[in-house]
């Protein structure tokens, strides 16, 4: 079974600095790997997605994941963190049949003035 | 249109007592998907149906869950005789299904409290 890692379960940024949220996952197959963003009080939302093609996806808001596969990583980074951005967010894999997916425990942004 | 959608928000049951959580899906979603998120920890996959296919149950923790879909499009999670251990939130998604068309839309889930 797939396992998905996201280091810190809380990160803390001063607003302007670079955001950096990791992900780690195991998987024996090519993965489809996803960041979904929940905001207070809102459901899960898609915030940025890699199936195939470039291995730099750009989602909404600004961030963007590097899919590596020699690290097994798919890490999110926004260069200047925004008050607006404190949320939880979550990194999700799924096999090539999109039946299961797999997702992190979540690690909430919280952003400083 | 509509986006995804749970009832109840909230609900508030007995140790021992069955529940129901229902979802709508988004209209013209084939695939719908309940997952449990427990405090602190991360989304876990429960159930996927998929058009007429048979439902994935493979991520179910016991036999006190299940799920149908009737129709297509409303689901219904079903867990009985309740335990405290149930608690948590439970958020359905719905997504267009196959590739290219994988993304889930979430619903507001249900927060389950067992008492």
């Known amino acids: 079974a797939q396992s998905v890692t996201q280091l810190g379960s809380h990160v803390s940024v001063s607003e302007g600095a670079l955001v950096l949220l990791r992900c780690n996952y195991s998987?024996?197959?090519?993965?489809?790997l996803f960041w979904y963003v929940q905001y207070p009080n809102q459901g899960l939302q898609l915030l940025l997605k890699?199936?195939?093609?470039?291995?730099l996806v750009k989602g909404i808001n600004g961030f963007e994941a590097e899919f590596k596969k020699s690290e097994t990583s798919f890490h999110l980074t926004k260069p200047s963190a925004h008050m607006s951005d404190a949320a939880e967010y979550f990194c999700?894999?799924?096999?090539?049949?999109?039946?299961?997916?797999?997702f992190g425990s979540g690690t909430k942004l919280n952003v400083k003035p | 249109g509509a986006g995804v959608s749970q009832s109840p928000s909230n609900k508030v049951t007995e140790k021992g007592k069955d529940v129901e959580l229902r979802c709508d899906p988004i209209?013209?979603?084939?695939?719908l998907y309940w997952y449990r998120q427990s405090l602190g920890q991360g989304l876990e996959f429960l159930i996927y149906?998929?058009?007429?296919?048979?439902?994935?149950k493979s991520g179910l923790p016991s036999d006190r869950f299940s799920a149908e879909r009737t129709g297509g499009s409303v689901s219904t999670l079903t867990i009985q005789r309740t335990q405290q251990e149930d608690s948590a939130v439970y958020l359905c998604?719905?997504?267009?299904?196959?590739?290219?068309?994988?993304?889930?839309?979430f619903g507001p889930g249900t927060r389950l409290l067992v008492l």
């Open positions: 999700a894999v799924s096999e090539n049949n999109f039946n299961k997916f797999y």
């Open positions: 890699y199936t195939t093609g470039a291995t």
């Open positions: 998604a719905s997504s267009l299904g196959g590739a290219g068309q994988e993304t889930q839309y």
């Open positions: 209209s013209g979603h084939t695939a």
């Open positions: 149906f998929q058009g007429n296919s048979a439902p994935d």
């Open positions: 998987s024996s197959v090519p993965p489809y």
